[in-house]
């Protein structure tokens, strides 16, 4: 028997293997988290935004980041890509 056949078989049983609708319903998940990941980073910037176009110039980009870095439901990568964004500067 070829060994590495034989090191698969063992080592994935046909009874542990993942039924292929499993594998959907995972990646369904995935893809719904990365959905509403994407709608919460939306949210934040458009807030962001609407902060920094009442300043008295219509430029107050400090408090937009401020509000950025203040929200508590963006990662720590996001909050900087999203600054540097804001700031015109290079990740």
Known sequence: MNTSLHYMSEKNPPKERMDIADDHERIKEIAEQDTNRARIIAL????????????????????????????????????????????????
């Open 44 to 91: 934040a910037v458009r807030e962001a935004c609407s902060i920094a176009n009442v300043g008295p110039d219509r430029q107050d980009w400090d408090s937009a980041c401020r509000i950025i870095l203040e929200n508590n439901l963006l990662t720590p990568k996001e909050k900087t890509t999203i600054v540097a964004l804001l700031m015109c500067k290079p990740l």
